[in-house]
Structures are given as C-alpha cells and as structure tokens.
C-alpha cells in the first residue's frame, strides 16, 4: 500500500471553499478502482490546517490518481486558496496489509 500525507494550510477566507472543492475530490477519488482511503482531516485547534490521507494498493494506482480529471481540477481550483505551498510525504502502508 502506498500512502501520502499531505499538509495544507490554507487562507482563512477560502476555508468553506476549500472544504466543498475537498469533498468532491474525495467522493471521485473514493471510486478509483485501486483507492484504498481518501481521508479530508482539518484541524481542531487550527480551522486553515488540513491533512489529506491518500492510500492506494500500489505505486501505478497513486499516481494514476494524479492524472484523473477529478484530481486535476481540485488542484487548479485550490492553487490561489494556499496560504504556503502544500506538502505531500510518501509512505509504505505496512499495515493493514492491501492484497492487489
């Protein structure tokens, strides 16, 4: 399984915007035939910090999902709504095991 975190951290006044542009990536990811989660986080103590949680069977299921037609304009749509570039680190999912 590959997992990647990303951090973001957005302005305060795209807040509600970023929210709804999040869930309907999330609901097009969801459907990805090699998605395993597709977690939108926000922050408790921080309403402009969010977490996104992307894991996929394999390496080639992540990163068809940057090439989706969903994924592509969530990341146009979002671009200007940054506060600070967003920041993706990759993991191995070792556990749950994913069988392919």
Not at 18 to 25: D, G, P, S
Not at 28 to 53: H, M
Not at 62 to 90: C, F
């Amino acid at each position: 399984m590959v997992v990647t975190i990303v951090y973001v951290s957005v302005k305060a006044e795209n807040v509600d915007a970023f929210k709804e542009a999040c869930r309907l990536n999330h609901e097009s990811s969801i459907q990805e035939p090699g998605n395993v989660r597709f977690d939108i986080l926000q922050s408790a103590d921080g309403p402009t910090k969010f977490v996104l949680y992307e894991a996929y069977k394999t390496q080639q299921d992540a990163a068809a999902h940057k090439n989706t037609a969903h994924y592509l304009a969530w990341r146009e749509t979002v671009a200007d709504w940054m506060a600070e570039p967003r920041q993706g680190i990759s993991y191995e999912g070792l556990y749950p095991i994913v069988n392919e």
